[in-house]
């Protein structure tokens, strides 16, 4: 079974930032990329972003774009997602996944795209 473990939620003021981690077990880290989606009261998962383990290459979603930075640890099979200028709107619960479909194609994937997820983790951005 493929683990995830995501960490590094919390409750932040407007404009804030906030790291999230998420500890891939191994079989996870061998997949061919990892993804970090959201979800809101009421609303439904959304991807944010998606790295590939190999080489590293990062997708976001347009919102994310210039806000958001997901990266990967060369020493460890963790990906980090940074999350800066935070606005009310990014409240939501965060979830890894792995085994993205082609993460060139962020703007289209799903949470049906995806088998494995962590338990998320949640960030709450007050006014």
């Known amino acids: 079974q493929v683990q995830l473990v995501e960490s590094g939620g919390g409750s932040v003021q407007a404009g804030g930032s906030l790291t999230l981690s998420c500890a891939a077990a191994?079989?996870?880290?061998?997949?061919?990329?990892l993804a970090w989606f959201r979800q809101a009261p009421g609303k439904e998962r959304e991807a944010v972003a998606a790295?590939?383990?190999?080489?590293?290459?990062?997708y976001y979603r347009n919102f994310a774009k210039g806000r958001f930075t997901i990266s990967r640890s060369n020493i460890k099979p963790t990906v980090y997602l940074e999350m800066r200028s935070l606005e009310p709107g990014d409240t939501a619960m965060y979830y890894c996944a792995a085994d993205c479909p082609d993460p060139a194609y962020i703007g289209t994937m799903t949470s049906a795209d995806f088998k494995h997820w962590g338990q998320g983790t949640q960030v709450t951005v007050s006014s």
């Open positions: 191994e079989y996870a880290w061998r997949t061919n990329c």
């Open positions: 790295i590939t383990t190999g080489g590293g290459s990062a």
